[in-house]
């Protein structure tokens, strides 16, 4: 990909993107989780524990490429992208949950992200780059910059003008959405002798993985009584995942550009299903809700 692309751009591109999440936040998105606890906890449980399972169980049963493997597994340690804020939006979720889970999300995925692709490098055993992503301080205070620092002055901004994050925030989501085309096709532009194997590998494993995290983005949290427009919202919050993100660990972290072909395909892959995901769900009729009756 080129060693300025590589070392400074992709850095750069994934930091608009946070820098654009960070201009819709505030700290009362924060505040939510304690007045909306159940929604919030089955999300997070779903994209922390549960999509880790299924990736794992998903790469293993295919007998992927142990490269690619570790890839998938960053991909799923990866947290929701800004674009489920706007798969809710259009498709009636509620885009407050939404900012919440991407927020705290983010924050988390500054322990667990490094976490399960340092025990993925561990079991699956690829040499790649320097061997791991790691826990040392090194390693997790270059993912605390890539993920936190741009969020953080995103959220500065706003406290200091909000109109003027307001007007910011348009330009940047669609300098953020040509930055993730660009980002996806720089990435298999990298690998592209080998594109047309890594598609033929990781598509299906990646359309299934898809499917799955909308799945259970939308049906855990039902099943726990959590009400619809919030279980809508979960849904494209664990579906969607953050693959610039991915990406630019994969690259810029860990060094290896295959390691990022799983997310950029998935970054394709994903946008179709989400939106057949989102006209299934309206679609479907809303469960009804029996009056309560008068008290005796």
């Given at each position: ?52 399972l299924v990736c794992f ?130 990435t298999l532009l990298a ?82 299903i989400a939106a057949a ?20």
């Amino acid at each position: 990909m080129g060693t300025v692309l590589t070392s400074v751009g992709l850095p750069v591109a994934l930091a608009v993107v946070m820098f654009g999440l960070g201009l819709s936040l505030t700290v009362a998105d924060f505040a939510r989780v304690v007045r909306e606890p159940r929604a919030v906890a089955v999300a997070l449980a779903t994209q922390l524990v549960v999509l880790p399972l299924v990736c794992f169980g998903l790469v293993v049963g295919f007998g992927l490429d142990p490269v690619l493997a570790v890839g998938m597994m960053l991909l799923a340690a990866s947290p929701g992208g800004t674009t489920a804020n706007l798969f809710s939006h259009l498709f009636r979720g509620d885009v407050a949950l939404n900012i919440t889970l991407t927020a705290v999300n983010s924050v988390l995925a500054v322990v667990t992200l490094p976490l399960v692709v340092n025990l993925a490098l561990g079991h699956f055993g690829p040499a790649i780059g320097d061997g791991a992503v790691g826990l040392e301080f090194g390693k997790v205070a270059q993912v605390f910059a890539i993920v936190l620092v741009p969020v953080v002055l995103g959220m500065l901004v706003r406290r200091w003008s909000a109109s003027l994050a307001d007007r910011a925030d348009r330009p940047v989501r669609i300098v953020s959405a040509v930055v993730l085309v660009a980002v996806i096709a720089g990435t298999l532009l990298a690998e592209r002798e080998n594109v047309g194997t890594y598609l033929a590998e990781t598509g299906l494993i990646a359309a299934l993985f898809c499917v799955c995290s909308l799945t259970a983005g939308y049906l855990l949290p039902r099943v726990l009584k959590v009400e619809r427009r919030q279980a809508i919202a979960s849904a494209f919050e664990v579906g969607i995942h953050n693959s610039t993100l991915a990406i630019t660990i994969a690259v810029t972290v860990v060094g290896s550009e295959r390691l990022a072909v799983p997310a950029a395909v998935y970054g394709i892959v994903m946008f179709p299903i989400a939106a057949a995901a989102g006209y299934l769900l309206t679609r479907s009729p809303a469960p009804s809700v029996a009056p309560e009756q008068p008290a005796a």
